[in-house]
């Protein structure tokens, strides 16, 4: 026998008697799509959902009471769960395999020595020896596939998710959203069909498939998202033709805003991974609704003057100077609210402010929807209007005059004030937006210097 396998059975001893830690963490790229500085674990977790049929039986709540998520959703089965990194547990796996490797063409290499030599008993226990180790390869090739497809799992559904939030920047409204939140969804739990309604609302929003077909009732429909609502987490209930449904609800800044339903193939059940799934990519479209409602809120901010909620300043000059540029015959309205410093003065500041908001509010209601009005600053409000003529154009500006003059203005404390503003017209044939509006300003300084509370045509 030779002494080489002295050293394989040392060999052979540390690697099968080696503890198999398993891993169950993959740490994805830092994008700024979603927190992938976590774990895809710590972004999906089992989640119980509220059980509606056992709540009617037995009175009593089955659901977590947070939907926040900080645990796992693919687990290795039957391994202890340990902290060490992927990449090192699957780098140790293979070093494993690969040193049983070795020791399986060492002891095929000592068999092959023995039996040239003669000697025909030996070989009986390195055979023995060696189907031990192949065992233990075999084992830990099956290790090492768990480890793959588990990340190839989470991958695809960290994937999936980053193409969620992505949808952030390709649209602008809320319902392509609710769309990809169920497409993906679907892809990664396989329910037969699902859909998102806005609260206080009947119909839903998106669904799929695009048909909107679906096993649920109106009744059973409305009463799973009514339940999701008042629990504030995601219920489930039994449905006839072994059906089951899941409603999860959908909350932006704290607010309950829509409500997912889904509804399994026939004798499938919602468990708790498919919950957790559920709520996890719901949080997602979350996110990306909160963006998009913030892009939204600062558009707003950079369009529309903050007090009046009219066009701001710059807005106004870019779009009136457009409709000079199109069309021919345009005409230009000024109007500025007479003694308005008066009134900071005598009532203050807020008094003010609600003189500014009522004014904007009665001029707005006066205008045609095709002119461009807005503020150009403090109380005074500019009107570009398109294919107009001069005689209607001064009617328009008689019309927004007595709009104002009309009726006392609210200010609070049961106090009311009469005002009235004064307003400059101009219009011509093929002029720049700076030109006609600097005719109407003149116009409008003409009718303060007549009285005030009168219009006067450049």
């Known amino acids: 026998m030779s002494s080489t396998r002295f050293e394989y059975d040392a060999i052979f001893e540390e690697v099968s008697s080696s503890p198999l830690e398993t891993a169950n963490e993959w740490y994805m790229e830092e994008r700024h799509a979603f927190e992938r500085s976590r774990s895809i674990s710590k972004i999906i977790k089992p989640i119980s959902p509220v059980d509606l049929d056992a709540e009617r039986e037995h009175h009593t709540s089955h659901f977590s009471p947070t939907l926040r998520l900080d645990t796992i959703t693919v687990e290795i089965p039957d391994k202890p769960k340990t902290r060490s990194g992927t990449q090192e547990k699957l780098t140790e796996l293979s070093q494993q395999m690969r040193t049983l490797l070795q020791s399986i063409i060492g002891y095929s290499e000592i068999i092959e020595e023995d039996l ?210 199109r069309h021919g015959l345009t005409g230009a309205i000024m109007m500025d609210i007479d003694h308005f410093k008066s009134i900071n003065d005598t009532h203050g500041h807020a008094a003010g402010d609600k003189v500014l908001r009522e004014v904007a509010h009665r001029l707005d209601a006066t205008v045609r929807g095709s002119d461009e009005f807005g503020r150009l600053g403090g109380e005074e409000f500019a009107l570009v209007l398109e294919n107009v003529l001069a005689q209607d154009a001064s009617d328009l500006a008689e019309r927004l005059r007595r709009s ?40 409008l300084y003409s009718a303060k210097h007549r009285g005030r509370n009168r219009v006067v045509i450049a």
């Open 116 to 325: 040239r030599a003669g000697e025909h008993l030996s070989p009986f226990e390195d055979i023995a020896t060696i189907r031990k180790a192949g065992h233990q390869l075999l084992e830990l090739a099956r290790e090492f596939e768990l480890q793959v497809d588990g990340e190839r799992q989470k991958r695809k559904m960290a994937e999936r998710l980053t193409a969620l939030s992505e949808h952030a920047l390709e649209t602008s409204g809320p319902t392509p959203i609710y769309e990809a939140l169920l497409e993906h969804l679907q892809a990664a739990i396989n329910f037969h069909s699902g859909d998102v309604t806005l609260t206080d609302q009947l119909d839903p929003l998106a669904s799929i498939p695009s048909d909107t077909s679906r096993q649920l009732d109106e009744t059973t429909r409305a009463r799973l998202i009514n339940s999701s609502i008042d629990y504030c987490a995601p219920c489930t209930e039994e449905l006839p033709g072994h059906h089951h449904a899941l409603a999860v609800p959908l909350l932006v800044h704290g607010k309950i805003i829509a409500t997912l339903v889904l509804c399994s193939k026939e004798g499938k059940r919602f468990d708790a991974i498919h919950t957790g799934t559920a709520v996890a990519f719901a949080e997602q479209a979350a996110r990306v609704l909160g963006a998009l409602e913030y892009r939204e809120q600062l558009n707003k901010r950079a369009t529309y003057d903050n007090l009046t909620g009219l066009l701001n300043r710059a807005t106004f000059l870019e779009r009136a100077e457009r409709k000079c540029t």
């Open 404 to 443: 104002i003059e009309e009726r006392p203005f609210d200010i609070g404390e049961g106090k009311a004030l009469d005002v009235t503003v004064s307003v400059g017209v101009a219009t011509a044939n093929d002029i720049d937006v700076e030109t006609l509006l600097a005719r109407a300003d003149e116009a």
